[in-house]
């Protein structure tokens, strides 16, 4: 049967030590003698309610709950029915209502279960009150068999995981959470992914309009589906809308993976991973990954890097592993295949699971969610950086409040590093899990808490002063997203294009892409420390280029760029951005060369074709200099084409000095526009 997303990434509890499930409910003991009229119906109700219980399945308990309390109405002071509802909640998206019944049941009968302690630890720890969770793990710990070792390391380790919530606690991140309305409903919406503009959302739901209209018979909620919400005009987002086939079935569909561009989806399918790519406005049917990354085991998390030639994914499968599920990395290779998938290493991977891996698109933040390292409880949300060395820094955990003792999984950021995006279930929420927006503050910012801010995921004692953590060095984001249209310059009419992204000081394709079909629209996202020359290119149109030369701190912007391509005609001509000389020389820069690669090309997939090459200056300098270099410069790119091979009679060149301004020569970048070399086409 297909693992369900949902109950891997809602409900995974971190409990090692079955609750008893030989706890009994005695039916003289539950009857009440002096109201014997509701009785009968009571207890079929929990009769009703253990044959789920034993089932030991999350979705079973759920059902058991919803029994058990109906039969609580009739007798709320047996202890053993306190004991099971509270195991219900420890199970479900309300661990911390499990307290109040375990406490009950435990005045009520100090023995009603051999791991009541490891229970009332349990829902202290969900409840933030981690002393007295301490104190009940220790308690428990005293009646664990020497020979079991296993279980005292589990104690132990929930008891260091206090230990660090009180210190998380203590010092709060700046953040504000807040439920996103327009997302959320009565249902379960978890998993979101968000392009890198944020002006899409994909995520996952159980909601009732569900492609096959069915409930699973394990939970009696319904299947799961993918949905899709788009940023409106007015910033808040569109009505979610089911995405509809080929990506959702009558059976359980979830998304898990998102490109920054939003044209291709990674989707999680019976314990593995599929890919499905945007053709114009519909998905195409998913295709599974290949045996490199899916494996007869477990893979249900998975992301791309920001080029799209790398997935990291998450695996239970035992070769390679440092413990449970381990974060992994698969490559292509220069034939467009995924190579054998690595471990991420000892510093990210622990003895413990980690899930949820999402690579942000600076190409180099990589979030995650971990049970080891300095978790609170549960899994906790981390954030690593590669180095220049491609080691992973120590993760660092995200803190309280975006963190809690219970599973925090499937946490995105966004481009910009101002807002995260998660599933929780917390005050303000609108039932079971809700999609969450957290607010990162980008510096020490008083946080004030109060009751209209949800702030905090849990009730805990209010605390007077609190000192609020720096800014973290990983959500200053240096990258810079460039969107935009592509169309005909003629009939404005969308146009699919390629677009191929260099390094031009190594000379190398970093990632291509396409933009979309049916709109023209494009979105690529390019790390800071790279000079990137962008070409766009399409059938019978002239290829057009565009130069980001982005030093190793710049910051992170948005640029919308529409690009008009010029049909392949006599007189039309672009300026190539990617042809550069030093100041005051006419000598080719090595960046130069990806541009004159795709110059020759042209001229060699039309051999006929015959053009111009100018060159054309600011106005710094006398009009002579600027005449002769403009010339020289234009003659430097000619003679590279003859080098190569392509006839001199094909060419005429001129220097123009700065007689054709493109831009106002007053400031730094109009100068910088007016430094340009142009090709027209004379003849084809």
Not at 232 to 250: A, C, D, H, V, Y
Request: with cysteine; charged share 25%; aromatic share 12%.
């Amino acid at each position: 049967m297909k693992k369900i997303l949902f109950c891997g990434m809602i409900f995974l509890f971190s409990i090692s030590i079955f609750a008893q499930i030989n706890v009994k409910i005695e039916k003289n003991e539950f009857k009440i003698p002096e109201n014997e009229e509701n009785f009968s119906q009571a207890w079929k109700k929990i009769k009703e309610g253990d044959k789920e219980y034993v089932k030991s399945f999350t979705g079973t308990y759920l059902l058991a709950l919803e029994c058990y309390l109906e039969a609580q109405k009739y007798n709320s002071d047996n202890p053993e029915l306190n004991y099971k509802i509270g195991v219900c909640y420890l199970l479900s998206l309300q661990k911390s209502k499990s307290l109040e019944y375990f406490r009950k049941s435990f005045q009520l009968k100090n023995e009603v279960a051999a791991d009541i302690h490891l229970m009332l630890a349990r829902g202290y720890h969900c409840n933030y009150q981690f002393d007295s969770a301490i104190v009940e793990y220790q308690i428990h710990k005293t009646a664990i068999p020497s020979e079991n070792i296993e279980e005292f390391k589990h104690i132990e380790k929930y008891i260091s995981e206090c230990k660090i919530g009180k210190e998380l606690v203590k010092t709060p991140v700046s953040v504000r959470i807040e439920n996103i309305q327009e997302i959320n409903s009565e249902f379960a919406e978890y998993c979101p992914l968000v392009s890198a503009d944020e002006e899409i959302m994909i995520f996952t739901a159980r909601k009732h309009d569900t492609q096959g209209k069915e409930t699973d018979p394990m939970d009696k909620q319904f299947f799961e589906d993918i949905y899709i919400s788009k940023k409106m005009s007015n910033k808040k987002w569109s009505k979610p809308l089911n995405i509809g086939e080929p990506l959702n079935t009558p059976q359980h569909d979830a998304t898990v993976g998102f490109s920054p561009n939003g044209q291709e989806m990674l989707i999680y399918f019976e314990g593995d991973i599929f890919i499905s790519r945007l053709n114009g406005e519909k998905w195409v049917e998913p295709e599974i990954l290949p045996p490199t990354i899916n494996t007869q085991y477990i893979e249900n998390s998975a992301c791309f890097s920001f080029d799209g030639n790398s997935i990291f994914f998450v695996s239970n499968k035992p070769d390679s592993s440092f413990g449970g599920k381990d974060i992994y990395i698969s490559r292509k290779d220069s034939t467009g295949d995924w190579l054998p998938a690595e471990n991420l290493g000892k510093t990210i991977n622990t003895e413990y699971d980690e899930d949820g891996v999402f690579m942000h698109p600076d190409g180099k933040t990589l979030y995650f969610s971990s049970k080891g390292h300095n978790s609170m409880g549960g899994y906790d949300i981390f954030v690593s950086q590669l180095k220049s060395d491609n080691s992973w820094s120590e993760p660092k955990n995200l803190g309280f409040p975006v963190n809690t003792p219970d599973d925090d999984v499937y946490f995105v950021m966004s481009a910009n590093g101002k807002r995260g995006y998660y599933a929780s279930c917390r005050d303000g929420g609108k039932g079971f899990a809700d999609i969450w927006v957290i607010h990162f503050f980008p510096s020490e910012k008083p946080l004030f808490r109060s009751n209209e801010d949800n702030l905090i995921a849990c009730q805990t004692n209010p605390v007077s002063e609190i000192t609020v953590e720096k800014a973290d060095e990983f959500r200053n984001a240096r990258l810079t997203i460039v969107k935009g249209k592509i169309t005909d310059v003629n009939s404005l009419k969308p146009i699919e294009a390629n677009i191929e992204i260099v390094d031009n000081k190594k000379n190398v394709i970093v990632a291509t892409t396409r933009s979309n079909k049916k709109t023209g629209e494009f979105l690529i996202t390019l790390p800071s420390g790279k000079n990137y020359g962008v070409s766009v290119k399409a059938d019978n149109y002239l290829f057009h280029s565009e130069n980001f030369d982005l030093d190793s701190t710049a910051a992170f912007q948005e640029i919308t760029k529409n690009v008009q391509l010029n049909n392949f005609k006599v007189g039309a001509k672009i300026i190539l951005k990617n042809i550069f000389f030093d100041t005051d020389k006419f000598d080719l820069c090595p960046e130069s060369h990806s541009e004159l690669t795709n110059l020759y090309k042209l001229l060699t997939d039309y051999p006929t074709l015959k053009i111009e090459i100018s060159g054309h200056t600011d106005t710094q300098g006398t009009y002579e200099w600027n005449k002769t270099l403009s010339q020289n410069r234009a003659k430097a790119v000619v003679n590279y084409l003859i080098s190569k091979g392509i006839k001199e009679s094909r060419f005429t060149f001129r220097g123009v000095s700065y007689d054709e301004p493109i831009s106002d020569n007053k400031t730094a970048q109009g100068r910088q526009l007016n430094r340009r070399v142009e090709f027209k086409i004379l003849s084809k």
